[in-house]
């Protein structure tokens, strides 16, 4: 190689293409062929990376940005106010809402006077970038770690509330994405997402 | 007594029949799996256990799909070309010893559907008309890339069968007989041709490759340049005709290979093992169907290993490289031959 030319390699393993003429031995090329052979019989021995996927599942990152969730507060309100926010910060336009007043005899459903009496989330526009859930002032709507199932009608995947609001016996865990960082960066007045 | 041998014949010929259609099935089932292995994959696996009933849904899904004819074209000759591959990759399993001989109740049956003496031409015969039948098949579309299939395909086998019928002659010479049942026959007790005729071995190996269509030497197919080559504008089970024979070559070339090289049914302490003429005989079949399965498997070895060749190289591989070596070792054999047998 020229060692006066100053070439940065990345690898180390980049090799000069010379147009030399082959030697008698390698224009055989059956030795290479056999060479080549050999490495892919080696391969024939490795181990498989395959995943079997609906019986072995790949761990997740804690933070994965999966299907989306509605919480409920602790006492088992839905915390979503209808404010529009997550579907304002959607890019892909996914996000949609119809807002309504509680009645007097629904204090224990919605924790606040408004609330969205439709709340649906087309999950092949959906790009899962988390916008919602940062924009969201009310700690409604997280990102799981749960993944969209696939469906035969474009239809079924509109989720409604029915799937999205989580379920009170059985409460999805967000407490690994709702950080104390994550709490006062949602505070934190001076970013412009919170102005 | 001739009811009893033609009866014989023709279960046997139906259960080689039935037996190559299992194995070309189970082929692109092994073919799918071992490609899967070499990608550090596992390949098919979920319909029953290890995907074996994979091919038999493959099956099905070809029987129930749209049989499509192009407009344009030659109805007849569309229909005899899958025909026509599908018969002829059939017929040479009629000339393969498939073992010793059975003794029943007396009488000794071959394991071989025909002891024809002039086997080895009857297989060159038949190998050299199977190239109508893709021919015929990629004319009859009325499509470009299937007639560009058709005609490479055509110049290969044509080019590649010189090389190969040249090293079998080394063999011919050294057995001194056309018949493959005598071929066998003389490489008893590991007088195997591979140590004989190394050369004729490696010839006639790349040629087997050359006349499947497989890969190194896939032109006519070529998906990556042709869309599908000769079977562009096949679909239904005109395709898995195609398909079918392909695996049927590989089976015939493996079976081929083994006999002519591999010493057929013979296999090592073949008569101090002190066991029964019959036990012999089926435990001989077992090798030969070992032997085959090996170089099934160094068929799909070498499709995983190597790149297509370019056009222009296959021909000059073919005609400069290989024709070259097939002569010098026909010279060679019958030089040593000459000097040293007799």
Known sequence: ?195 | MDIQLVLYKLILCVAILLLSLMIAMYATLAERKVAGFFQDRLGPNRAGIFGLLQPVADGMKLFFKEEFMPANADKVLYILGPSLTMLVALLTSAVIPWGGTLNIGGTEFALQVADVNVGVLYVFAIVSIGVYGIMIGGWASNNKYALMGSVRAASQMISYELAMSMSIVAIVMTTGSLSLNEIVAQQHGMHWNVFTQPIGFVVFLICAFAECNRAPFDLPECDSELIGGYHTEYSSMKLGFYLFSEYINMFISSAMISSLFFGGYDFPFMNDLGLSHNMVTILGTAALFVKITFFGFVFMWVRWTLPRFRYDQLMRFGWKGLMPWAIVNMVLTGFIHLLFKK
């Open chain 1, 1 to 195: 190689m020229n060692q006066d030319s100053t070439k940065i390699s990345l690898t180390n393993r980049s090799k000069v293409v010379s147009n030399k003429k082959m030697t008698l031995m390698e224009r055989f090329y059956l030795p290479a062929v056999l060479k080549g052979m050999s490495i892919t019989l080696s391969h024939f021995f490795k181990r498989e990376v395959t995943i079997q996927y609906p019986e072995v599942k790949r761990p997740f990152s804690d933070i994965y940005r999966g299907m989306h969730v509605l919480k409920l507060d602790d006492e088992g309100r839905e915390r979503c106010t209808a404010c529009g926010l997550c579907a304002l910060s959607c890019p892909a336009e996914a996000i949609t809402m119809i807002a309504a007043e509680r009645k007097e005899d629904e204090k224990d459903l919605y924790r606040e006077e408004k609330y969205a009496s439709k709340y649906e989330i087309n999950m092949l526009r959906c790009i899962f970038c988390g916008d919602c859930e940062s924009a969201c002032p009310k700690e409604a709507i997280f990102l799981t770690n749960r993944i969209v199932p696939s469906q035969y009608k474009r239809t079924d995947f509109i989720y409604g509330k029915d799937v999205l609001v989580e379920k009170k016996n059985a409460r999805v865990d967000v407490s690994k994405r709702q950080t104390p960082e994550v709490l006062t960066f949602k505070q934190d007045k001076s970013k412009s997402h919170n102005k």
